[in-house]
């Protein structure tokens, strides 16, 4: 390519310069000079306005940035050479190592987030599988979903983009549906279902209600329960008057377990046998119509047991209702107490579930409630609820016409998981704590768990 050469010079402005060998010609603006032997044209001061300027613009990677303005043009990841062994909290743009080989920790997540920000972790030893890094969106969401993340497989290397407050952070590499870096490997739960307990005093009374009978009670511990799957929890409430309602736990790669609802202690000359049930309800005065049978349906171990009856002697009691480990004791002379629940440590310490009410009495006091949320039974006035969340049994009235019915404890589900492997996936507003090495989950209503 040959140099172009400038034939004549007119210094100044408005005159032609013809350009050799291409015989172009450009003309000198007004106030400019131009310099042959470098090619360069000089415009004078002030020769373009800020008004010729006006609304002008450059883009820069399809974003368009106004002359005068600023933006950041990103560069890539920014690599952390601190490798990280420790709860951290990450900044958008940044990558980080994580070593997990001493113990299992958690990354936060910004708390606010722009589309296109990205943030990057790599598996520094391959032991996420044997310590897991949990990834916390700290009030955002990965992947439309606001709970911790997991990675349990070694050598991930994975990168999150931010989109936008639907989806929040999405997996823009090292991911595919079929092979879930959020896999955990299949491991074993522990469960303890109890059901509502049942109620007493039904409307419409004239009194001498039996003890109501406690919840069914029914543990369980599955092997090898894979991940990725929702456990659906349900919590029956405790029967006001009537039989408490069923709690269950199902879902895929688990045994379904059902536990059901305490049976209603008998009201006399309103409905005279006892409900049956997890534990049947107590019965009432003069065994008019008899006790509510336990274990209804059958399972195996057995879920609760009878109430108790109540033969016509003086006095006048009626039969307690019966819990998980005891029948509901006999009325007749006194009043039957409700029968004992049973103790459980799947939370760490031992709790009694399940126990049955006392039954109501004429005279003297009534039948004491067995331990596990029983109520006591009574003489006079309203009867007692069963607790909360135990299944207990309501208590049985005495000789108290009109009297509003008392209810049943309501019932609860409690999830016992190895730590490593608790996903902190959840629904419903479960009570979660940590026992040891497990992660207790304890749902006081329904619910769900992500395995």
Same mark, same amino acid.
């Given at each position: 390519? +040959?140099?172009?050469?400038?034939?004549?010079?007119?210094?100044?402005?408005?005159?032609?310069?013809?350009?050799?060998?291409?015989?172009?010609?450009?003309?000198?603006?007004?106030?400019?000079?131009?310099?042959?032997?470098?090619?360069?044209?000089?415009?004078?001061? *002030?020769?373009?306005?800020?008004?010729? @300027?006006?609304? +002008?613009?450059? #883009?820069?990677?399809?974003?368009?940035?106004?002359?005068?303005?600023?933006?950041?043009?990103?560069?890539?990841?920014?690599?952390?050479?601190?490798?990280?062994?420790?709860?951290?909290?990450?900044?958008?743009?940044?990558?980080?190592?994580?070593?997990?080989?001493? +113990?299992?920790?958690?990354?936060?997540?910004?708390?606010?987030?722009?589309?296109?920000?990205?943030?990057?972790?790599?598996?520094?030893?391959?032991?996420?599988?044997?310590?897991?890094?949990?990834?916390?969106?700290?009030?955002?969401?990965?992947?439309?979903?606001? !709970?911790?993340?997991?990675?349990?497989?070694?050598?991930?290397? @994975?990168?999150?983009?931010?989109?936008?407050?639907?989806?929040?952070?999405? @997996?823009?590499?090292?991911?595919?549906?079929?092979?879930?870096?959020?896999?955990?490997?299949?491991?074993?739960?522990?469960? @303890?279902?109890?059901?509502?307990?049942?109620?007493?005093?039904?409307?419409?009374? =004239? *009194?001498?209600?039996?003890?109501?009978?406690?919840?069914?009670?029914?543990?369980?511990?599955?092997?090898?329960?894979?991940?990725?799957?929702?456990?659906?929890? #349900?919590?029956?409430?405790?029967?006001?008057?009537?039989?408490?309602?069923?709690?269950?736990?199902?879902?895929?790669?688990?045994?379904?377990? #059902?536990?059901?609802?305490?049976?209603?202690?008998? #009201?006399?000359?309103?409905?005279?046998?006892? /409900?049956?049930?997890?534990?049947?309800?107590?019965?009432?005065?003069?065994?008019?119509?008899?006790?509510?049978?336990?274990?209804?349906?059958?399972?195996?171990?057995?879920?609760?047991?009878?109430?108790?009856?109540?033969?016509?002697? /003086?006095?006048?009691?009626?039969? *307690?209702?019966?819990?998980?480990?005891?029948?509901?004791?006999?009325?007749?002379?006194?009043?039957?107490? /409700? /029968?004992?629940?049973?103790?459980? !440590?799947?939370?760490?310490?031992?709790?009694?579930?399940?126990? &049955?009410?006392?039954?109501?009495?004429?005279?003297?006091? &009534? &039948?004491?409630?067995?331990?596990?949320?029983?109520?006591?039974?009574?003489?006079?006035?309203?009867?007692?609820?069963?607790?909360?969340?135990?299944?207990?049994?309501? &208590?049985?009235?005495? =000789?108290?016409?009109?009297?509003?019915?008392?209810?049943?404890?309501?019932?609860?589900?409690? =999830?016992?998981?190895?730590?490593?492997?608790?996903?902190?996936?959840?629904?419903?507003?479960?009570?979660?704590?940590?026992?040891?090495?497990?992660?207790?989950?304890?749902?006081?209503?329904?619910?769900?768990?992500?395995?």
């Amino acid at each position: 390519m +040959s140099k172009l050469e400038v034939d004549t010079i007119a210094p100044q402005s408005g005159t032609q310069v013809t350009l050799g060998e291409s015989g172009d010609t450009i003309t000198i603006p007004a106030g400019a000079t131009f310099d042959a032997s470098s090619g360069t044209l000089t415009l004078a001061d *002030g020769s373009v306005t800020n008004a010729k @300027l006006a609304n +002008s613009s450059i #883009t820069i990677n399809g974003s368009s940035v106004s002359l005068g303005g600023s933006t950041t043009i990103e560069t890539g990841t920014s690599w952390q050479s601190d490798i990280k062994t420790s709860a951290f909290t990450a900044v958008a743009g940044e990558g980080y190592l994580c070593n997990t080989t001493s +113990s299992a920790f958690t990354v936060t997540f910004p708390s606010s987030g722009s589309i296109g920000d990205t943030i990057q972790l790599v598996d520094y030893a391959g032991t996420f599988e044997t310590n897991n890094l949990t990834v916390n969106p700290n009030g955002l969401k990965i992947q439309s979903d606001t !709970s911790n993340r997991i990675f349990a497989i070694n050598r991930l290397a @994975l990168t999150f983009v931010y989109v936008d407050t639907t989806e929040g952070w999405t @997996l823009s590499s090292g991911y595919k549906e079929q092979n879930n870096p959020f896999y955990v490997a299949p491991y074993d739960i522990e469960f @303890l279902v109890v059901a509502g307990g049942g109620g007493s005093n039904q409307t419409g009374n =004239l *009194g001498y209600n039996g003890g109501g009978g406690a919840g069914g009670y029914r543990t369980s511990t599955q092997t090898s329960i894979p991940s990725g799957n929702p456990i659906t929890v #349900t919590v029956g409430d405790g029967g006001s008057g009537a039989n408490g309602s069923d709690s269950s736990v199902s879902g895929p790669g688990i045994t379904t377990i #059902t536990s059901t609802g305490g049976g209603f202690g008998a #009201t006399y000359n309103v409905i005279n046998t006892g /409900g049956s049930g997890g534990s049947g309800g107590g019965a009432t005065f003069n065994n008019s119509g008899g006790f509510g049978s336990g274990n209804t349906p059958s399972t195996s171990p057995s879920q609760g047991n009878n109430g108790g009856s109540a033969p016509n002697v /003086g006095p006048y009691g009626c039969g *307690g209702g019966g819990g998980a480990s005891a029948v509901g004791g006999n009325g007749g002379s006194s009043a039957g107490n /409700g /029968g004992a629940g049973t103790a459980n !440590s799947i939370t760490g310490s031992s709790v009694t579930y399940a126990g &049955g009410g006392g039954g109501g009495m004429n005279v003297n006091p &009534g &039948g004491t409630g067995g331990a596990g949320g029983g109520a006591d039974g009574n003489t006079t006035g309203a009867a007692a609820d069963g607790t909360a969340n135990t299944g207990g049994g309501a &208590g049985g009235q005495g =000789l108290s016409p009109g009297q509003a019915a008392s209810s049943g404890g309501k019932g609860v589900v409690i =999830l016992k998981v190895p730590t490593a492997s608790y996903s902190g996936i959840t629904t419903g507003s479960p009570t979660v704590t940590t026992s040891g090495t497990d992660t207790i989950i304890q749902f006081n209503g329904s619910g769900s768990y992500t395995t």
